[in-house]
């Protein structure tokens, strides 16, 4: 055999060889990429995905799009060849399997944990909507989780209203913390609660509970990263009372980053006019109770996606300014916000025409 020819089979072989390893040899990745789109003032499999009864709604037009990345699940192994093909394509990324799921998370965790920022997020965009509205609402302290194997748990239940943690009153969710911690792990901490399944019957017949319990929980020291300190085991978040009826009507999606979106959604919906004056406008961003805007993962996916579908603009926390600005699809214009009020501001001047001083994002943020 001629000595080229030869050498052409070996390599032939060699790189044969190679793609069979790359196809076998698992990498510690995963991969991200742009997911479903969804307009917060349409239908989404059949009905409104924002629904509002007990209140007066109004006519709307345009986009106001929530939108989604789509990941590896957490028991996806990716392969080398998968690997170097997400790092070469433009629509996808390829990050770190910790990046997504940190700690070993399982699938189950994660869609549980999901689940919940997703339901939260729900609450915070209304909250943020009708306190823009000045409409008035009203939120307590409540047990949001209680841990496994803590002293809370048995003691303190998920929907439990904290009124006061050794006879002080609580008032928003970081009092708990702070009042726990003022003691030494082992010592007494006191707990006035309303129990959930009461606060529940007294918001059906639409009652103030009168009656609290006592419950007196011993701490202990926390075994996580942080400084040690006292702890029972609970986390603390907010719940609310709202004066009519917002239902968000959208399955299969996880995590608190359509925030911005449902908030602005709502708001559409309970004001005259159009927000967006028939424009196609998309957008991310976590929101609170007050109105800020906080950033979210996989913005690079989000404008792509966002982009395919159509939109013109893309409401971008400010945060994630900086990376959405580097690698901006062609025709897509990037408007940075901090809270829901930047917003309303910017959406003012898209339905004016007028967006020659729309806040922008930059590679610097």
Same mark, same amino acid.
């Given at each position: 055999?001629?000595?080229?020819?030869?050498?052409?089979?070996?390599?032939?072989?060699?790189?044969?060889?190679?793609?069979?390893?790359?196809?076998?040899?698992?990498?510690?990745?995963?991969?991200?990429?742009?997911?479903?789109?969804?307009?917060?003032?349409?239908?989404?499999?059949?009905?409104?995905?924002?629904?509002?009864?007990?209140?007066?709604?109004?006519?709307?037009?345009?986009?106001?799009?929530?939108?989604?990345?789509?990941?590896?699940?957490?028991?996806?192994?990716?392969?080398?060849?998968?690997?170097?093909?997400?790092?070469?394509?433009?629509?996808?990324?390829?990050?770190?399997?910790?990046?997504?799921?940190?700690?070993?998370?399982?699938?189950?965790?994660?869609?549980?944990?999901?689940?919940?920022?997703?339901?939260?997020?729900?609450?915070?965009?209304? $909250? &943020?909507? +009708?306190?823009?509205? *000045?409409? /008035?609402?009203?939120?307590? @302290?409540?047990?949001?989780?209680?841990? =496994?194997?803590?002293?809370?748990?048995?003691?303190?239940?998920?929907?439990?209203?904290?009124?006061?943690?050794?006879?002080?009153?609580?008032?928003?969710?970081?009092? $708990? &913390?702070? +009042?726990?911690?003022? *003691?030494? /792990?082992?010592?007494?901490? @006191?707990?006035?609660?309303?129990?959930? =399944?009461?606060?529940?019957?007294?918001?059906?017949?639409?009652?103030?509970?009168?009656?609290?319990?006592?419950?007196?929980?011993?701490?202990?020291?926390?075994?996580?990263?942080?400084?040690?300190?006292?702890?029972?085991?609970?986390?603390?978040?907010?719940?609310?009372?709202?004066?009519?009826?917002?239902?968000?009507?959208?399955?299969?999606?996880?995590?608190?980053?359509?925030?911005?979106?449902?908030?602005?959604?709502?708001?559409?919906?309970?004001?005259?006019?159009?927000?967006?004056?028939?424009?196609?406008?998309?957008?991310?961003?976590?929101?609170?109770?007050?109105?800020?805007?906080?950033?979210?993962?996989?913005?690079?996916?989000?404008?792509?996606?966002?982009?395919?579908?159509?939109?013109?603009?893309?409401?971008?926390?400010?945060?994630?300014?900086?990376?959405?600005?580097?690698?901006?699809?062609?025709?897509?214009?990037?408007?940075?916000?901090?809270?829901?009020?930047?917003?309303?501001?910017?959406?003012?001047?898209?339905?004016?025409?007028?967006?020659?001083?729309?806040?922008?994002?930059?590679?610097?943020?």
């Amino acid at each position: 055999m001629p000595r080229r020819t030869a050498t052409m089979l070996a390599s032939t072989l060699m790189l044969i060889a190679l793609l069979c390893a790359g196809v076998f040899i698992p990498v510690p990745y995963s991969e991200m990429s742009p997911g479903p789109t969804v307009n917060t003032l349409g239908d989404h499999d059949g009905e409104p995905v924002l629904q509002i009864s007990g209140r007066k709604i109004y006519a709307t037009s345009g986009h106001l799009n929530m939108t989604t990345v789509r990941v590896t699940s957490a028991d996806y192994r990716m392969n080398l060849v998968e690997a170097v093909y997400g790092w070469l394509a433009h629509d996808n990324k390829v990050v770190p399997h910790d990046t997504l799921y940190p700690d070993g998370k399982t699938e189950e965790q994660s869609t549980q944990e999901n689940a919940e920022e997703f339901s939260q997020s729900q609450e915070s965009a209304k $909250v &943020a909507a +009708l306190k823009e509205l *000045h409409v /008035p609402v009203k939120s307590w @302290v409540i047990v949001s989780t209680v841990g =496994k194997a803590t002293p809370a748990e048995g003691k303190l239940h998920a929907g439990d209203v904290i009124k006061a943690v050794n006879g002080t009153a609580v008032k928003v969710p970081d009092d $708990v &913390a702070k +009042l726990v911690t003022k *003691h030494k /792990p082992g010592e007494d901490v @006191v707990f006035t609660i309303v129990p959930a =399944k009461e606060q529940a019957a007294a918001e059906k017949e639409h009652k103030t509970p009168t009656r609290t319990e006592k419950v007196t929980i011993t701490t202990t020291t926390s075994n996580d990263e942080g400084a040690k300190r006292a702890i029972v085991g609970i986390s603390a978040g907010t719940d609310h009372t709202f004066p009519f009826t917002i239902d968000i009507k959208l399955a299969d999606v996880g995590g608190p980053s359509a925030g911005l979106m449902f908030a602005l959604g709502i708001y559409d919906k309970l004001t005259p006019g159009s927000l967006t004056g028939g424009t196609f406008v998309a957008g991310t961003g976590t929101i609170d109770d007050d109105g800020k805007v906080g950033p979210i993962g996989g913005i690079e996916m989000k404008t792509v996606g966002a982009r395919d579908k159509g939109a013109q603009y893309f409401l971008t926390p400010a945060d994630n300014c900086a990376s959405a600005a580097r690698d901006t699809p062609e025709g897509l214009r990037l408007v940075k916000v901090n809270t829901i009020e930047d917003a309303l501001g910017a959406l003012k001047d898209i339905r004016a025409g007028d967006t020659a001083d729309l806040p922008k994002c930059t590679t610097k943020g």
